[in-house]
């Protein structure tokens, strides 16, 4: 017997108990009766196999009741199970669904808007592409992520698989070469002249370099509670690179751009629990030394010279984008993190 929140399916095996009850008849001698394993008639009883129209049949030569009784009963209980099983799956989704970011996707375009808990259901369902919701907790259909987030919570990772999957499906209309680590390794000091360039010149050309070597960059907007700056994974023949943009200062983008990039270049995708703490330490270090060279970092700093024109002639000399000094200086605590917003860089690319 299978129960939901409406419907209750009982197998014809309770019917077929009730008639051996009322003959005093065991299993056992049903089973010989019918001239079927004893091991059969008990998962018949139990509804674990379907009432065929042979075993109808002989349902009516030793109960004597008509195989059509049976053939109806056991079609009636396969729609009712169907039905049972399906409401069931729906409840159970409806709870899932109110852990993902559903207000914001549909903010975003991503899903259509609605209030209703069934049609929410039914629109995430065809969103990542699954019969149920149910299959997102079990990672199989989830690419295996790094990312570079500032805080790990609940809302957070299904924020996180959202965005993936929404990352997953815009890369798909983009085309790439076969993946060519040697080639995006020599094109990092190609990509970091980018950061003084921008954002509308600079985007087609990543995206096209990025191709080249096998890797579909993908810009989308922050989803709320997620603490997510980029994330990586591999999807089919090529890695996909997701950013989050809006609203975003150039240092944080760049910063994250090749935070992502280390993790293709240091072999932390593709692995069954994502990136470990070693590995988002490994691509922070490589962004930092990537952008700004520790030497130079702590040549400058040493002057202790932390004034406007300072920092712009700094960052000339390297060829850098003066609000990736700031942001440095700022997270490294050389300076407030009011000072010298004017020298920094909001970028907004299309998402």
């Known amino acids: 017997m299978i129960r939901s929140r409406s419907i209750v399916a009982t197998p014809p095996g309770a019917t077929i108990k009730e008639q051996l009850v009322d003959r005093g008849m065991s299993q056992k001698e049903f089973a010989s009766r019918m001239d079927m394993s004893e091991k059969h008639i008990s998962r018949l009883i139990n509804g674990e196999v ?22 109806n009963l056991e079609g009636t209980y396969r729609e009712k199970l169907v039905k049972a099983n399906a409401e069931n799956v729906m409840d159970a989704d409806v709870e899932l669904a109110k852990k993902l970011p559903y207000n914001e996707m549909a903010k975003n375009n991503w899903v259509p808007a609605t209030r209703k808990s069934n049609e929410r259901v039914v629109n995430l369902r065809r969103f990542f592409e699954v019969v ?33 999957q929404k990352a997953r499906l815009d890369a798909r209309s983009i085309e790439t070469r076969p993946i060519d680590l040697k080639s995006l390794a020599a094109a990092i000091p190609q990509i970091r002249a980018m950061t003084r360039i921008d954002p509308k010149d600079f985007c087609p050309k990543l995206s096209t370099l990025l191709a080249d070597c096998g890797v579909a960059i993908v810009y989308l907007p922050h989803i709320d509670g997620s603490f997510l700056h980029g994330a990586t994974f591999m999807d089919g023949n090529k890695i996909v690179v997701g950013l989050t943009v809006r609203g975003k200062d150039a240092d944080k983008f760049w ?10 270049l240091h072999g932390h995708i593709g692995r069954a629990n994502g990136a470990t703490d070693d590995d988002e330490n490994e691509a922070d270090d490589f962004a930092r030394q990537t952008l700004i060279p520790k030497a130079q970092f702590d040549y400058f700093v040493e002057r202790n010279d932390f004034g406007r024109e300072s920092i712009v002639r700094f960052a000339e000399s390297i060829d850098i984008d003066a609000g990736i000094v700031v942001g440095r200086l700022q997270k490294e605590g050389h300076i407030n993190y009011s000072w010298h917003h004017d020298l920094k860089t909001k970028y907004t690319i299309s998402a």
């Open 50 to 71: 379907q009432l065929t129209p042979e075993v109808a049949v002989r349902l009516e030569m030793v109960l004597g009741v008509p195989a059509h009784f049976w053939i």
């Open 255 to 264: 910063f994250s751009l090749f935070h992502e990039l280390a993790h293709i």
């Open 132 to 164: 149920h919701l149910g299959l997102l907790q079990q990672g199989s259909l989830i690419p295996n992520v790094a990312c570079r987030r500032l805080l790990m919570t609940e809302k957070g990772d299904y924020a996180l698989i959202a965005w993936a």
